[in-house]
T-cell receptor, first 115, second 116 residues
Framework: DQQVKQNSPSLSVQEGRISILNCDYT??????FLWYKKYPAEGPTFLIS???IKDKNEDGRFTVFLNKSAKHLSLHIVPSQPGDSAVYFC??????????????WGLGTSLAVNP | NAGVMQNPRHLVRRRGQEARLRCSPM?????VYWYRQLPEEGLKFMVY????????ESGMPKERFSAEFPKEGPSILRIQQVVRGDSAAYFC??????????????FGQGTRLTVV
């Protein structure tokens, strides 16, 4: 049972336009959400996170929006650049996990930014 | 400050052999997580360790797999009697612990295990 779902396996965007990557979750106990970027043959790199007490967090070109009632979050990248081409993973952790903030991952969305 | 270091980057083992994967966390990090990524799948949690303690191994297969994080030295993920289905990328992550309990984990580059 996939608790974190990224329903779009791939996304193609023109350079300079906005990229919107979506993520849905089923576990209402999740209280912390993260986005990671991953290039082939490398480990995931942390991008941005958001706590469930917020509905938006912004860092440069990256903004994450959280809609708790819909159990949905999205990552906006604007403007998109060719170097943003990578696989983007959404991950969540559970406040009931106590000291173990293990991450539950989506399957990823492969973003291609075309020059 | 070096990042999370995993070695080897690539490991080839024959069926029935043992695989040892090493992870040195970032300096100052005392929390280590191991994840596995099977082909065409997302990352799956395996085990969470603090120094000398296994905190949560709920994602680790009950047989053939073990993990340790000794007081000195790297964390080791050990797979005995490997089978073809163990072929995957194994990622280690480390983190600090903030008072809020929320902190991003930093990942190593992974070890790609191929069982032939």
């Amino acid at each position: 049972d996939q608790q974190v779902k990224q329903n779009s396996p791939s996304l193609s965007v023109q350079e300079g336009r906005i990229s919107i990557l979506n993520c849905d979750y089923t576990n209402s106990m999740f209280d912390y959400f993260l986005w990671y970027k991953k290039y082939p043959a490398e480990g995931p790199t942390f991008l941005i996170s958001i706590s469930s007490i917020k509905d938006k967090n912004e860092d440069g070109r990256f903004t994450v929006f959280l809609n708790k009632s819909a159990k949905h979050l999205s990552l906006h990248i604007v403007p998109s650049q060719p170097g943003d081409s990578a696989v983007y993973f959404c991950a969540a952790s559970d406040r009931n996990a106590g000291n173990n903030r293990k991450l539950i991952w989506g399957l990823g969305t492969s973003l291609a930014v075309n020059p | 400050n070096a990042g999370v270091m995993q070695n080897p980057r690539h490991l080839v083992r024959r069926r029935g052999q043992e695989a040892r994967l090493r992870c040195s966390p970032m300096k100052g990090h005392s929390h280590v997580y191991w994840y596995r990524q099977l082909p065409e799948e997302g990352l799956k949690f395996m085990v969470y360790l603090q120094k000398e303690n296994i905190i949560d191994e709920s994602g680790m297969p009950k047989e053939r797999f073990s993990a340790e994080f000794p007081k000195e030295g790297p964390s080791i993920l050990r797979i005995q009697q490997v089978v073809r289905g163990d072929s995957a990328a194994y990622f280690c992550a480390s983190s600090l612990r903030t008072s809020a309990g929320n902190t991003e984990a930093f990942f190593g580059q992974g070890t790609r295990l191929t069982v032939v």
